[in-house]
Protein backbone atom coordinates (compact mmCIF):
# COMPACT_ATOMS: atom_id res chain seq x y z
CA UNK A 1 0.00 0.00 0.00
CA UNK A 2 1.36 3.28 -0.88
CA UNK A 3 -0.20 6.54 0.66
CA UNK A 4 -0.21 9.61 -1.02
CA UNK A 5 -0.78 12.61 1.07
CA UNK A 6 -0.57 16.31 0.00
CA UNK A 7 -2.39 19.90 0.41
CA UNK A 8 -0.30 20.98 3.48
CA UNK A 9 1.38 24.06 4.23
CA UNK A 10 1.43 27.56 6.03
CA UNK A 11 -2.06 29.50 7.22
CA UNK A 12 -2.78 32.11 9.23
CA UNK A 13 -5.06 31.34 12.01
CA UNK A 14 -8.96 31.19 10.89
CA UNK A 15 -7.59 30.31 7.82
CA UNK A 16 -8.50 26.75 5.95
CA UNK A 17 -6.86 24.27 4.06
CA UNK A 18 -7.71 20.89 2.60
CA UNK A 19 -5.47 17.99 2.73
CA UNK A 20 -5.91 15.12 0.57
CA UNK A 21 -4.40 11.00 -0.16
CA UNK A 22 -4.40 9.39 -2.55
CA UNK A 23 -3.90 5.26 -1.53
CA UNK A 24 -2.16 2.90 -3.99
CA UNK A 25 -2.52 -0.86 -4.02
CA UNK A 26 -5.39 -1.08 -1.38
CA UNK A 27 -8.91 -1.87 -0.71
CA UNK A 28 -10.35 1.36 -0.71
CA UNK A 29 -13.53 1.40 -0.89
CA UNK A 30 -14.15 -1.28 2.08
CA UNK A 31 -11.80 0.33 4.70
CA UNK A 32 -12.50 2.54 7.09
CA UNK A 33 -10.03 5.65 6.50
CA UNK A 34 -8.47 8.08 8.83
CA UNK A 35 -6.31 11.34 9.27
CA UNK A 36 -3.83 11.02 12.60
CA UNK A 37 -1.95 14.61 13.25
CA UNK A 38 1.93 14.83 14.82
CA UNK A 39 2.49 18.12 16.36
CA UNK A 40 6.07 18.73 17.34
CA UNK A 41 7.28 16.77 20.00
CA UNK A 42 3.88 14.73 20.52
CA UNK A 43 3.08 11.22 19.74
CA UNK A 44 1.12 10.92 16.92
CA UNK A 45 -2.64 11.32 17.45
CA UNK A 46 -6.49 10.72 15.66
CA UNK A 47 -8.01 13.63 13.92
CA UNK A 48 -10.63 11.91 11.95
CA UNK A 49 -12.41 9.17 10.54
CA UNK A 50 -15.00 8.10 7.77
CA UNK A 51 -15.87 4.36 8.01
CA UNK A 52 -17.10 2.82 4.45
CA UNK A 53 -20.44 3.72 4.84
CA UNK A 54 -19.89 7.35 5.40
CA UNK A 55 -20.35 7.44 9.03
CA UNK A 56 -17.85 10.17 10.24
CA UNK A 57 -15.82 10.97 14.03
CA UNK A 58 -13.46 13.53 14.87
CA UNK A 59 -11.72 14.51 17.87
CA UNK A 60 -12.90 16.96 20.30
CA UNK A 61 -10.38 19.38 19.10
CA UNK A 62 -11.54 19.73 15.38
CA UNK A 63 -14.88 18.93 15.95
CA UNK A 64 -17.24 21.70 14.41
CA UNK A 65 -13.97 22.86 12.07
CA UNK A 66 -12.95 19.67 10.73
CA UNK A 67 -15.08 17.58 7.92
CA UNK A 68 -13.65 14.36 6.23
CA UNK A 69 -14.94 12.67 3.26
CA UNK A 70 -13.89 10.21 0.60
CA UNK A 71 -14.10 9.39 -2.97
CA UNK A 72 -13.71 5.66 -3.58
CA UNK A 73 -13.71 5.95 -7.04
CA UNK A 74 -10.29 8.40 -6.71
CA UNK A 75 -9.37 5.92 -3.68
CA UNK A 76 -8.62 9.21 -1.83
CA UNK A 77 -9.67 10.61 1.60
CA UNK A 78 -10.26 14.32 2.12
CA UNK A 79 -9.91 16.41 4.89
CA UNK A 80 -11.22 20.28 4.79
CA UNK A 81 -9.80 22.20 8.06
CA UNK A 82 -11.27 25.34 8.62
CA UNK A 83 -11.10 28.30 11.26
CA UNK A 84 -7.34 26.59 11.71
CA UNK A 85 -5.57 27.27 14.99
CA UNK A 86 -2.24 27.36 15.89
CA UNK A 87 -2.92 24.01 18.04
CA UNK A 88 -3.41 22.40 14.33
CA UNK A 89 0.19 22.36 13.62
CA UNK A 90 1.61 18.98 12.50
CA UNK A 91 2.57 16.73 9.70
CA UNK A 92 -0.85 15.11 9.10
CA UNK A 93 -1.19 11.56 7.45
CA UNK A 94 -4.03 9.61 6.89
CA UNK A 95 -4.23 5.18 7.17
CA UNK A 96 -6.47 3.17 8.18
CA UNK A 97 -9.02 3.04 10.77
CA UNK A 98 -7.57 1.14 12.98
CA UNK A 99 -4.07 1.98 12.13
CA UNK A 100 -1.72 -0.20 10.65
CA UNK A 101 2.15 0.59 9.81
CA UNK A 102 1.68 1.77 6.39
CA UNK A 103 2.08 5.59 7.18
CA UNK A 104 3.56 6.96 3.85
CA UNK A 105 5.45 10.55 4.18
CA UNK A 106 2.32 12.95 5.44
CA UNK A 107 1.88 16.74 4.50
CA UNK A 108 3.12 19.56 6.93
CA UNK A 109 0.96 21.95 8.17
CA UNK A 110 2.03 24.97 9.74
CA UNK A 111 -0.89 27.81 11.50
CA UNK A 112 0.59 30.90 12.33
CA UNK A 113 0.51 34.66 12.38
Known amino acids: VQLQASGGGWMQPGGSLKLSCAAF????????WGWYRQAPGKQRQWVAL???????DYTESVAGRFTISRDNAKNTVYLQMNNLKPEDTGVYYC????????WGQGTQVTVSS
Open 95 to 102: NVVPANDY
Open 25 to 32: GSMFSTNA
Open 50 to 56: ITSGGYT
